[in-house]
C-alpha cells in the first residue's frame, strides 16, 4: 500500500509539469550543521550506475542539506540485501540505505530501498516501486523522505517544490522547481514584472501579481492546465494574493476604496468582501493553518509591524511586534504557533521567527537584503530572497537558524519564493 501511495506522488508530480519548459538549475551552497548530526550511510544501489543519475547521490544530496546527517562513506562496502550486511563492518554508523535498481521496458524502472537500524540491527523501512524512468529524481527525493521522517520523526519536504520569480533584463519568469532547485519550470513570461507567487492547499495552482494590463492585476493560473483566470482587477492595485487552508477564498489587497485594505474572495473572482477598515495600509496578509485568523502587515501604529486579526472581521486587530525597527512580510508556521517575518533595523533585512505563546522573537540570519520569508511544509526550514555580490538569489535557514543554505541560479536575479505544500498522496 505504502508502494502505491508514494507512486500516486510521482504522478501527480508529472501532472503537475506538463508542457512546460524546462531550464537551468541552482547551484547550493551548504553552511552549518545541525546540533546532533545523524550518521547515515547511503550505499550505491546495485544497477543505478546505468541510470542517467545516481538515486543514492541524489538522496545524500538531500540529506546533506538539511545538516542534520553526517553521511559516512560507504568505503567500498556495497550490499544490497538486509542479508548482505555485515552489521560489526559499520561501527559508528546510525542507520543504513541500502536498494537496487533494475529497468524495466517501456522507459520504467523498478527500484528496491531498505533502511536499516544498524544500533538495533532492525529494518526501519522498506519499499519497492516501479514507475516511469522520468520520475527518477522524484523517486529519490520519496527514498530522502522517508529516510529523513524515519530518523526525525518528521516528514521530509524534499518531495516539494517552490515557486519564485526569475528577471533577466526586461524579462521575468514565473517558475516552479523541485525543492532543491532542480527541474525548473517556467508558468508564465512576460516583460512587466511579476510578483507574489501563492500556492493553493493542493499545489494545483498558483495565484500571483502581474503588470501586463499596465498595473498590479491578480490571476490564477493552473499547473494542470496552463489555463489562468483574472481574479482581480479593480481600479487601483490589486495585490499580495493569500489561499485560505481550504482553497475555498483567497485574501487579496485592493486600493478601490482608498488606502491598501485586506478582502476576501473566491477562486472564480466572485464573493468579493472587505474584512479590514483600518484606514491606514494593510497588507501581506497570511491565514493561519486553521483558516480563523490572518497576520498581516500595517503602519495603523506609526511604522510596518505584524497584526493578527479574526478572519471574519470581528473585533480588534493585535499588534504582534514591538521591538526597533520594521516588521513586515509575516507567514505562519505549519503548526500555528510561530510566525517568520522580515525584519529591518539599521539599514539591514533580517529573516525572524516570533512564538506566539511568548512573544519571543529570534533573528535566524546575518542580516543584508534577506525578504519574503516562507516555511517548508513541515516547518523545519524557511526559505527567502537575498542578494549575493548584487545578484538576487534564493536561500533557507533552519527554524534554528542552525543550518544556512544558499541556491545560486546560473542566469538572472531571483526573488519573490514561496514553498509549495505537501502533495496529497
Not at 500500500?1 to 506538463?18: P, Q
Not at 536499516?116 to 529524481?137: C, F, H, I, N, Y
Not at 500555528?336 to 535566524?364: C, M, P, V, W
Request: hydrophobic share 35%; proline share 6%; charged share 20%.
Amino acid at each position: 500500500m505504502k508502494g502505491i501511495l508514494m507512486l500516486r506522488c510521482l504522478v501527480m508530480l508529472a501532472l503537475f509539469g506538463v508542457s512546460l519548459p524546462s531550464y537551468a538549475t541552482l547551484t547550493i551552497e551548504i553552511t552549518g550543521a545541525g546540533e546532533n548530526q545523524i550518521p547515515v550511510a547511503i550505499v550505491p544501489f546495485a544497477g543505478e550506475e546505468k541510470l542517467p543519475q545516481s538515486i543514492s547521490g541524489i538522496v545524500s544530496a538531500d540529506l546533506a542539506r538539511t545538516g542534520l546527517f553526517r553521511l559516512v562513506d560507504p568505503a567500498g562496502k556495497a550490499p544490497h540485501e538486509p542479508r548482505d550486511v555485515v552489521y560489526t563492518d559499520w561501527a559508528g554508523v546510525d542507520a543504513l540505505a541500502i536498494g537496487s535498481v533494475v529497468e524495466q521496458i517501456n522507459g520504467r524502472i523498478a527500484v528496491k530501498f531498505r533502511l536499516l537500524d544498524m544500533v538495533k540491527q532492525t529494518e526501519l523501512d522498506a519499499e519497492s516501486v516501479s514507475a516511469p524512468g522520468a520520475q527518477l529524481r522524484a523517486i529519490a527525493h520519496r527514498i530522502a523522505d522517508m529516510i529523513y521522517e524515519k530518523l526525525t520523526g518528521d516528514p521530509g519536504v524534499f518531495s516539494t517544490r517552490i515557486a519564485y520569480v526569475n528577471r533577466q533584463g526586461k524579462n521575468y519568469r514565473l517558475v516552479v522547481a523541485d525543492s532543491d532547485g532542480y527541474g525548473e519550470q517556467t508558468v508564465l513570461s512576460r516583460n512587466e514584472p511579476l510578483l507574489s507567487p501563492a500556492w493553493s492547499p493542493d499545489g494545483s495552482h498558483l495565484a500571483y501579481v502581474s503588470f501586463e494590463q499596465g498595473g498590479a492585476v491578480i490571476y490564477v493560473q493552473s499547473l494542470l492546465t496552463n489555463q489562468r483566470l483574472l481574479l482581480a482587477h479593480f481600479d487601483g492595485s490589486n495585490s499580495a494574493p493569500a489561499w485560505s487552508p481550504d482553497g475555498k477564498q483567497l485574501a487579496i489587497v485592493l486600493t478601490r476604496d482608498g488606502s491598501s485594505q485586506i478582502y476576501l474572495i473566491h477562486p472564480d473572482g466572485t464573493g468579493l468582501r472587505r474584512i479590514s477598515f483600518s484606514g491606514a495600509i494593510d497588507t501581506e496578509p497570511s491565514f493561519s493553518p486553521d483558516g480563523q485568523y490572518i497576520l498581516f502587515t500595517s503602519d495603523q501604529g506609526g511604522t510596518p509591524q505584524i497584526y493578527r486579526m479574526a478572519v471574519d472581521g470581528s473585533g480588534l486587530s493585535e499588534r504582534l511586534t514591538f521591538d526597533d525597527g520594521n516588521n513586515f512580510s509575516p507567514r505562519y508556521s505549519p503548526d500555528g504557533k510561530s510566525f517568520t517575518y522580515t525584519h529591518l533595523e539599521n539599514g539591514r533585512f533580517y529573516i525572524a521567527t516570533q512564538d506566539f505563546a511568548t512573544g519571543q522573537a529570534q533573528l535566524l540570519t546575518d542580516g543584508g537584503w534577506e525578504k519574503r520569508p516562507s516555511f517548508a511544509p513541515n516547518g523545519k526550514i524557511i526559505l527567502f530572497a537575498t542578494e549575493d555580490q548584487g545578484r538576487g538569489i534564493l536561500s533557507t535557514v533552519s527554524s534554528d537558524g542552525r543550518v544556512k543554505q544558499k541556491m545560486f541560479p546560473q542566469s538572472g536575479d531571483i526573488r519573490e519564493p514561496t514553498w509549495g505544500p505537501f502533495l496529497k498522496q
